[in-house]
């Protein structure tokens, strides 16, 4: 099974990914954990690593076919904003998750502890850097909540719920369209 899971940053994503691929005992692969590496690679921060990205998309797209050869092996969850999109023909269940940004960027601030400003100013920059990208790239705007409430099989807001609580919904839900594998 190919279970990919979409958001913004700091929605949860690589946090439920990792512990859905260890509950379902599936391999796991992070896009944004390969974004971060390439930049720590190039030493540059992630707002000049994203400012660079924009004038090299070559990047992207080396990333972005990773994730379709990744997924063309079999069974496996990827945490990837546009994995959903760009495994749409062969996933099997695609996930999206949201939250405010006033709560994505206080969960980032203690993960990576931080100042909220700064990591408030970070985000707000790869994130306007990530949308002109991929609408470039892909013609995908991940601003577009109607194509979102449409494309994907879960939607789950996750400002108020635990770790927990996201994982029961998801299992819950994955019971219901392939009951036997789990």
Same mark, same amino acid.
Request: net charge negative; glycine share 4%; proline share 2%.
């Given at each position: ?15 439920? !990914? ?29 707002e ?5 990205? $924009?004038?090299?998309?070559?990047? +992207? ?9 990744? !997924? ?6 990827? +945490? %990837? ?10 996933? +099997? ?12 960027? $206080?969960?980032?601030? !203690? ?18 850097? $990530? ?6 790239l892909?013609?995908?705007?991940? %601003?577009?909540? +109607? ?10 807001d996750? $400002? ?23």
């Amino acid at each position: 099974m190919i279970i990919t899971i979409s958001g913004l940053h700091g929605t949860g994503k690589s946090t439920i !990914a990792k512990l859905l691929a260890n509950n379902l005992g599936l391999p796991y692969y992070s896009t944004g954990q390969a974004f971060r590496d390439l930049a720590e690679d190039y030493s540059m921060t992630l707002e000049e690593f994203s400012d660079y990205v $924009e004038r090299n998309p070559e990047i +992207d797209k080396s990333l972005d076919k990773k994730v379709i050869d990744m !997924a063309k092996k079999g069974s496996i969850v990827i +945490d %990837s904003q546009l994995s959903g999109h760009l495994l749409k023909s062969i996933a +099997d269940y695609k996930i999206h998750l949201t939250c405010p940004l006033k709560v994505r960027v $206080e969960r980032m601030t !203690a993960r990576d502890q931080s100042s909220y400003d700064a990591k408030l100013n970070e985000t707000t920059i790869r994130e306007e850097s $990530e949308l002109k990208r991929f609408n470039k790239l892909y013609n995908i705007d991940l %601003s577009d909540n +109607d194509f979102i409430q449409n494309f994907f099989d879960l939607i789950i807001d996750t $400002e108020s719920l635990s770790i927990e609580a996201v994982m029961q919904i998801i299992l819950k839900d994955l019971e219901k369209i392939k009951p036997n594998d789990f």
